[in-house]
């Protein structure tokens, strides 16, 4: 069976400070795509990032960066100098290969940033 | 681009009242699916298709209906509506494969 563990249920930072959101994953596939979700208060999902099993090469996006690492099943979102926009709730998902398989979500971690 | 189009946005039953949640996407997806979201749950699957006339359960498919007639439209139909299906819905596609999921903006129900 599948999970996706997102610890921290809310975060609240001060504006500029850096945070990162921790995602643990369970799975026996030797294949599995990991992806990041933001939700902002006005409700919406939108797609971050997806990181092949394959590749665990960190990406960085302007003040967001994912650090995948399989040795400990963690694929953990960092936000450098947050802003109040990057206020949101933001899921990890995983989804097994094969082109049908579902996409297991976490519970979601809230993030504040404080002006 | 229209997207995946979700409707009614809002919207209030009484308990055994019945309703349908529309889904339609444009984006040619085989596969669609409907997740409801709760505070403290995340996004839990309900139901999903990978094409027209295939549709199958998630992990909390009690209470709900599907049919996948077209590849563009997926509803959900609540056939008699409890106060524990008081949530937001979404529904999402995407391509075969391991791309990303595109969701709908959001359906917000309250069951009385």
């Known amino acids: 069976a599948q999970k996706v563990t997102q610890a921290q249920t809310e975060i609240s930072v001060v504006e500029k400070e850096d945070v990162t959101l921790d995602c643990v994953y369970e799975?026996?596939?030797?294949?599995?795509?990991l992806f990041w979700y933001k939700q902002p208060p006005s409700g919406e999902l939108v797609f971050l990032i997806r990181?092949?099993?394959?590749?665990?090469q960190n990406e960085i996006s302007g003040r967001y960066s994912w650090n995948f690492q399989k040795s400990t099943s963690s694929f953990n979102f960092t936000i450098t100098a947050s802003q109040v926009v990057d206020s949101a709730v933001y899921f990890c998902?995983?989804?097994?290969?094969?082109?049908?398989?579902?996409?297991?979500f976490g519970i979601g971690t809230k993030l504040q940033v404080i002006p | 681009n229209a997207g995946v189009t979700q409707t009614p946005k809002f919207q209030v039953l009484k308990t055994g009242q019945s309703m349908t949640l529309q889904c339609a996407q444009d984006?040619?997806?085989?596969?669609m699916s409907w997740y409801r979201q709760d505070p403290g749950m995340g996004l839990r699957l309900i139901h999903y298709?990978?094409?027209?006339?295939?549709?199958d359960q998630g992990e909390v498919p009690n209470g709900y209906n599907v049919s996948r007639s077209t590849t563009e439209d997926f509803p959900l139909r609540l056939l008699s509506a409890a106060p524990s299906q008081t949530s937001v819905y979404f529904c999402?596609?995407?391509?075969?494969?391991?791309?990303?999921?595109?969701f709908g903006e959001g359906s917000r129900l309250t069951v009385l």
């Open positions: 999402a596609s995407r391509l075969a494969g391991p791309g990303e999921l595109f």
């Open positions: 799975t026996r596939d030797t294949t599995y795509y």
């Open positions: 990181r092949n099993s394959f590749d665990e």
């Open positions: 998902a995983l989804k097994r290969p094969g082109g049908y398989q579902k996409v297991t």
């Open positions: 984006m040619n997806h085989e596969y």
């Open positions: 298709s990978v094409g027209a006339g295939i549709t």
